[in-house]
């Protein structure tokens, strides 16, 4: 069950001292197989099920936040996993499948009952995707409905300020940060120290070489190797970019709903890192992982625009 690609991502780095899985499938019997092999195979703390996927090719196959309008299905996936894991399931879902049919907290208690040990909550639906801001009032709501479950919300968190400010202002249990972790990486610092960190461009390469390291160490130096590495790095740098530095938002701190308009850094490193064009991208993976291949192609996920060589 499930590619080599795909277990490879299963091994766990001696640095991680808390470590999940996250599942996503429409079947009761291949999902609780799949818990199984996790539970046996894999040094696991606690296993997800992607309830909240809005991808049309995940969608249509009755997965991701599908499950949330197949209640009688979700609850036979749910059931059968937890039936076999020694570890805590948890489940990831939405708001709902359309905006105006929002049903996450009639689910909440129900994956309360089924033993499901917490729920993150995404304060949007999976008709509006990302767009428009995320729902904190309706997560409350779900927190409520699910106590005494623990619900974390999550949506739209980029900085100390947005994290504080919806912990202390709702009884959730927890934040989940999602998009702001592959925007901003270091948000983490930011939210223990509670200050902006005018991350400087230089430190900014290190950290994208510390990633580039722990992929040439995770599938080899070969060519290979280097190439899952390079793939892995562009599709990062295609959420990198949207970050504007602390030094030069006329007011912070950044929103996540804001797209970056054009700006000059304060040196040419910092200019590059803002751009949003593809080819710039390859030109830091290039610095770091060296040149692309003749016929290397490039289509980020989540952006249309793409590189041909």
């Given at each position: 069950?499930?590619?080599?690609?795909?277990?490879?991502?299963?091994?766990?780095?001696?640095?991680?001292?808390?470590?999940?899985?996250?599942?996503?499938?429409?079947?009761?019997?291949?999902?609780?197989?799949?818990?199984?092999?996790?539970?046996?195979?894999?040094?696991?703390?606690?296993?997800?099920?992607?309830?909240?996927?809005?991808?049309?090719?995940?969608?249509?196959?009755?997965?991701?936040?599908?499950?949330?309008?197949?209640?009688?299905?979700?609850?036979?996936?749910?059931?059968?996993?937890?039936?076999?894991?020694?570890?805590?399931?948890?489940?990831?879902?939405?708001?709902?499948?359309?905006?105006?049919?929002?049903?996450?907290?009639?689910?909440?208690?129900?994956?309360?009952?089924?033993?499901?040990?917490?729920?993150?909550?995404?304060?949007?639906?999976?008709?509006?995707?990302?767009?428009?801001?995320?729902?904190?009032?309706y997560i409350e709501t779900c927190t409520?409905?699910?106590?005494?479950?623990?619900?974390?919300?999550?949506?739209?968190?980029?900085?100390?300020?947005?994290?504080?400010?919806?912990?202390?202002?709702?009884?959730?249990?927890?934040?989940?940060?999602?998009?702001?972790?592959?925007?901003?990486?270091?948000?983490?610092?930011?939210?223990?120290?509670?200050?902006?960190?005018?991350?400087?461009?230089?430190?900014?390469?290190?950290?994208l070489r510390t990633y580039t390291n722990?992929?040439?160490?995770?599938?080899?130096?070969?060519?290979?190797?280097?190439?899952?590495?390079?793939?892995?790095?562009?599709?990062?740098?295609?959420?990198?970019?949207?970050?504007?530095?602390?030094?030069?938002?006329?007011?912070?701190?950044?929103?996540?709903?804001?797209?970056?308009?054009?700006?000059?850094?304060?040196?040419?490193?910092?200019?590059?890192?803002?751009?949003?064009?593809?080819?710039?991208?390859?030109?830091?993976?290039?610095?770091?992982?060296?040149?692309?291949?003749?016929?290397?192609?490039?289509?980020?996920?989540?952006?249309?625009?793409?590189?041909?060589g």
């Amino acid at each position: 069950m499930g590619k080599q690609s795909e277990w490879a991502l299963m091994k766990r780095h001696e640095c991680e001292d808390l470590f999940g899985v996250q599942v996503c499938g429409s079947f009761a019997d291949s999902m609780s197989r799949c818990a199984e092999l996790l539970n046996s195979q894999v040094k696991v703390d606690f296993v997800d099920i992607n309830a909240g996927c809005p991808i049309d090719m995940v969608f249509k196959k009755g997965a991701g936040c599908a499950l949330m309008g197949r209640q009688n299905k979700f609850h036979e996936v749910v059931c059968g996993m937890v039936s076999v894991l020694d570890c805590p399931l948890t489940v990831k879902i939405r708001t709902g499948v359309y905006q105006k049919n929002w049903n996450a907290h009639l689910l909440a208690p129900k994956l309360r009952d089924c033993g499901v040990s917490m729920v993150t909550i995404h304060g949007r639906s999976r008709e509006q995707r990302y767009t428009k801001l995320a729902d904190w009032e309706y997560i409350e709501t779900c927190t409520q409905a699910a106590n005494p479950m623990p619900v974390f919300g999550n949506g739209d968190i980029l900085s100390f300020e947005d994290y504080y400010s919806h912990l202390e202002s709702s009884t959730v249990s927890g934040i989940m940060i999602a998009r702001g972790a592959l925007v901003k990486p270091w948000l983490f610092t930011e939210i223990k120290e509670r200050r902006h960190w005018d991350i400087s461009s230089s430190e900014r390469l290190e950290l994208l070489r510390t990633y580039t390291n722990y992929g040439l160490e995770h599938w080899g130096s070969d060519f290979q190797g280097v190439e899952n590495t390079r793939k892995f790095l562009l599709e990062w740098l295609s959420f990198l970019h949207r970050y504007i530095p602390v030094g030069v938002l006329e007011r912070v701190p950044q929103r996540m709903n804001e797209r970056p308009p054009l700006y000059c850094g304060r040196d040419d490193l910092e200019t590059l890192m803002g751009s949003s064009n593809c080819k710039d991208w390859i030109k830091i993976s290039e610095m770091l992982l060296g040149p692309v291949p003749a016929d290397f192609t490039f289509l980020p996920k989540h952006k249309a625009n793409s590189y041909e060589g």
